[in-house]
């Protein structure tokens, strides 16, 4: 079965309201996404989905000189023709078979897969509503990113008021506690939480170090991203549990095979709408190791791009017995969403940085610099009523001021100066 087209389009999916208030000034060019039709010489189609803007590997340019006129079955596991292709092969080539991708990939070791619910840092209150959504959708878990300009302790417990017992938090650092001597005795105080229930790269990966000493004092999972620092030394120095696993399907089920050698968890963070969502499903169905909620944000877009819309169950999703990936692609949806552009910038802005005694740090920098720039800049480990607010372009002279003035060095100020 040879290919006879490839046809790549482009949607601008709006986030959710609530996530658009925080991720609008972060990760707008995460609602671009680069669906893949791909159609057989015998009428069958594929579909798969990239998000261009953070995938493990875009579609390279000339994709379609690589692959028309080539049989799909020979190309199904190159993982560099792009996530989006990918998956669209693997639906070509399953409903040709007549078999859910799944049976494609290895033997069937669950029928629901776990996942959880996704989203960035936020103020108490931005916790509490993302949680309270997440269990409101049938979900038990999210994975949230933890900075160490917010108060945690406040944030979880805003959490605690509007979830159900058994909920439960996975807390991503990004590296931002920068060494062992802050992240231990920070980690040790969110231990009186039971809602917390595992911590992703508190200090950066390759303080080898450092999280062999967290992982020894911490009574909390401890995830690291698979193969930093290399997977050799991860295992020999044993300074993790479990991983992340963010790959093409060659490259995923190596990883995958390694962590079952070695008997560690992970989860599957595949980054996607409603179509990469089912993909995890077949890829989580197979992995014995996969026992740990998948990511694949789907819950921070507000079209999932297929129907009927996937449902998620106490905390699980179900992977299907359909042919291919087992979902339909809304069509409304993609004429909706149709955009002729690739990138979005996000609106100009500073975050200020306040704290109790009454001290603001203006920081012109991104949200993605902030997780170096804040711990350079000497600043507390989740201080007590500290918080960090966006400050939008109002267009006025002293913003613009203001902003000059934070590109070169961080601004403080008291509060009574702001």
């Not at 994709?63 to 049989?71: A, C, L």
């Not at 190159?78 to 290895?106: N, T």
């Not at 945690?152 to 506690?177: C, E, M, R, W």
Request: charged residues 20%; contains cysteine.
């Amino acid at each position: 079965m040879k290919i006879k087209t490839i046809e790549l389009i482009n949607l601008d999916v709006p986030f959710t309201p609530h996530s658009q208030k925080h991720l609008g000034y972060w990760l707008p060019h995460w609602r671009i996404h680069q669906i893949c039709h791909i159609t057989l010489e015998n009428g069958i189609e594929g579909w798969g989905e990239t998000i261009p803007n953070y995938t493990w590997a875009k579609v390279p340019g000339d994709i379609e000189d690589r692959i028309v006129g080539r049989p799909a079955a020979e190309l199904m596991w190159d993982d560099s023709l792009g996530a989006g292709v990918q998956m669209a092969l693997f639906d070509a080539i399953a409903k040709a078979q007549g078999v859910p991708i799944y049976r494609l990939l290895g033997t069937k070791v669950r029928d629901w897969c776990p996942i959880s619910w996704w989203n960035m840092d936020m103020p108490p209150e931005g916790w509490a509503e993302e949680c309270r959504q997440a269990a409101q959708a049938g979900y038990t878990s999210s994975k949230l990113k933890a900075r160490p300009w917010f108060d945690l302790h406040a944030a979880i417990q805003a959490v605690q008021k509007v979830v159900p017992p058994g909920f439960h938090l996975d807390l991503d650092y990004n590296g931002t506690l920068a060494n062992s001597a802050n992240a231990i005795p920070h980690l040790r105080e969110l231990e009186a939480y039971p809602e917390v229930a595992m911590i992703e790269t508190p200090i950066p990966q390759n303080d080898v170090a450092g999280n062999k000493q967290i992982r020894n004092l911490i009574a909390r999972p401890i995830a690291m991203h698979y193969n930093n620092p290399p997977i050799e030394t991860t295992m020999k120095e044993d300074v993790t549990d479990g991983f992340v696993i963010c790959a093409g399907a060659s490259r995923l089920l190596k990883q995958a095979s390694v962590c079952e050698q070695w008997n560690k968890p992970f989860w599957l963070q595949l980054v996607g709408s409603g179509i990469t969502t089912a993909w995890a499903a077949h890829l989580g169905a197979v992995l014995p190791q996969a026992k740990w909620p998948a990511i694949t944000c789907m819950n921070i877009w507000e079209h999932q791009l297929v129907k009927p819309a996937i449902e998620v169950r106490g905390g699980f999703y179900r992977v299907t017995e359909t042919p291919g990936l087992g979902v339909e692609i809304d069509p409304a949806a993609l004429e909706q969403y149709a955009a002729d552009y690739t990138w979005i910038d996000p609106p100009r802005h500073l975050y200020a940085y306040r704290r109790k005694s009454g001290e603001v740090t203006y920081y012109a920098c991104t949200k993605q610099d902030m997780h170096h720039v804040y711990p350079e800049d000497a600043q507390p480990i989740s201080e007590p009523d500290s918080s960090l607010d966006v400050i939008e372009d109002d267009g006025t002279e002293a913003f613009d001021k203001l902003y000059s003035e934070s590109q070169k060095s961080p601004v403080r100020k008291k509060t009574r100066e702001a």
